[in-house]
């Protein structure tokens, strides 16, 4: 198996290994973050322009004080 070193930043390393589970490697954590957003992608779309009108005006909703979504 090959491997490469990656320098990140302090920052970023606290991060990542915050994010690590127990036992998990740094290669595992990184695939695994991987996986989750390629999975996120698939969403890109899946409302349609409707449902994107209304979860836009419902999270204004929130935004404003007295503010109802229809």
Same mark, same amino acid.
Request: without cysteine; charged residues 35%.
């Given at each position: 198996m090959s491997s490469r070193n990656v320098a990140v930043q302090k920052a970023v390393y606290d991060a990542l290994?915050?994010?690590k589970r %127990?036992?998990?490697s740094f290669t595992s954590l990184f695939r695994r973050l991987l996986e989750?957003?390629?999975?996120?992608?698939?969403l890109v779309g899946a409302w349609g322009k409707e449902g994107a009108r209304r979860h836009? %005006? %419902?999270?204004?909703?929130?935004?404003?004080?007295?503010?109802? %979504?229809p």
């Amino acid at each position: 198996m090959s491997s490469r070193n990656v320098a990140v930043q302090k920052a970023v390393y606290d991060a990542l290994t915050r994010e690590k589970r %127990a036992g998990e490697s740094f290669t595992s954590l990184f695939r695994r973050l991987l996986e989750q957003r390629e999975g996120l992608e698939e969403l890109v779309g899946a409302w349609g322009k409707e449902g994107a009108r209304r979860h836009r %005006a %419902a999270l204004r909703s929130l935004r404003v004080p007295g503010g109802r %979504a229809p």
